[in-house]
């Protein structure tokens, strides 16, 4: 959900811009990215930040999604990426 205040880059001094790009969530050396997601973007390096809505509608998913990968990481399995889509 988008709220009319514009949050500023801190690094940069800059406005961030509203536009889809992707969430991403790392923990330990496991990163689940959910692209096509809205977000506040920083115009000079394209770093995000998302609105706690966002975060929250997507965290249990991420969370479930990272156990899921912690197996398959103790299987010492080739591939390392795997794309998981839902209609
Ligand atoms: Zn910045």
Redesign the pocket.
């Known amino acids: 959900m988008k709220s009319n205040f514009i949050p500023t880059?801190g690094?940069?001094n800059?406005p961030k811009q509203w536009q889809m790009t992707t969430f991403e969530y790392v923990e330990e050396g496991i990163s689940v990215r959910v692209p096509n997601i809205y977000g506040w973007v920083?115009p000079?390096?394209g770093?995000a930040s998302f609105t706690p809505e966002t975060v929250d509608e997507l965290i249990l998913t991420v969370r479930d999604l990272l156990e899921i990968a912690k197996r398959a990481k103790s299987r010492r399995a080739h591939p390392t990426e795997f794309i998981v889509t839902v209609s």
Do not use: R
């Open positions: 880059c690094e940069h800059q920083c000079e390096n770093e």
